[in-house]
């Protein structure tokens, strides 16, 4: 059963390290972070679960990473490697890289000292919303205490400078995911438009649909922390317990 979840973006720039000089500019970002796991971590979960999206959907790419698994920062011009929890190693294996997604999740239970059982699922930013919301109600019984974290971001077009461009439509797309998550609405979750989410690069829509799988019938409450578009991208973060 879900016990509590935290919801956070994953720009790379949340790194320090990515973001160099910039990195002061996300500072309040990463401590509304800090603090949705914090709140997960006091529900004491016996598992973790970090909900991402792959990085292709193409069909090469894979959707399952085991707790310890590795990932890095290379592909920004950053030598900086990150683990999947810090209480195992599961050597080299054929486990592969940590998607983007992924990858600044683990870095996030890192700088929280996370060291418990957490393992990874990805799903596509395309996927089907029925399939994001099965596939959160199995990891709701993976344990008789579970937490999410769920990373995406919303709309790439809230403005002129965004990297979609200004779409007048994304204010109001982030707003209503702004409003569910701070509901735990996860009817409201649910129905957020895939096509629509598409036409307005918001990444966020597929794995917060898995988590109003996961928390459906749990009756969460949820507290929205931030809700801001530095650089014209709609960055969440909220937690339910």
């Not at 799903?123 to 395309?126: H, I, S």
């Given at each position: 059963?879900?016990?509590?979840?935290?919801?956070?973006p994953c720009p790379p720039l949340l790194?320090?390290?990515v973001a160099a000089g910039a990195a002061p500019e996300l500072d309040a970002l990463r401590d509304a972070c800090d603090r949705a796991l914090r709140a997960v971590a006091e529900a004491r979960p016996d598992r973790l679960w970090v909900v991402g999206t792959t990085d292709s959907d193409d069909g090469d790419w894979r959707n399952s990473f085991p707790w310890g698994a590795r990932g890095s920062f290379r592909r920004y011009g950053?030598?900086?490697?990150?683990?999947?929890?810090?209480?195992?190693?599961p050597g080299d294996g054929v486990w592969g890289e940590l998607t983007a997604s992924v990858a600044v999740g683990a870095w996030l239970l890192e700088r929280a000292g996370w060291t418990g059982p957490c393992e990874a699922r990805c799903?596509?930013?395309?996927e089907d919303p029925g399939a994001c919301l099965r596939l959160g109600a199995?990891?709701?019984?993976a344990a008789p205490r579970t937490a999410l974290l769920v990373l995406g971001d919303g709309s790439a077009r809230r403005s002129l400078k965004a990297p979609g461009y200004l779409d007048e439509r994304?204010?109001?797309?982030?707003a209503a995911a702004a409003r569910a998550l701070?509901?735990?609405?996860?009817?409201?979750l649910a129905a957020l438009p895939p096509d629509r989410a598409a036409e307005?690069?918001?990444?966020?829509?597929a794995p917060w649909q898995v988590l109003a799988g996961a928390a459906g019938g749990a009756g969460l409450g949820g507290r929205l922390l931030y809700d801001e578009a530095p650089y014209g991208v709609g960055y969440l973060v909220a937690a339910w317990t």
């Open positions: 059963m879900l016990v509590a979840a935290a919801v956070c790194v320090p390290e950053v030598d900086r490697t990150v683990r999947l929890g810090l209480g195992r190693d799903v596509r930013p395309d199995e990891l709701a019984q994304a204010e109001a797309f982030d701070a509901a735990a609405d996860t009817a409201a307005l690069m918001a990444a966020g829509r």
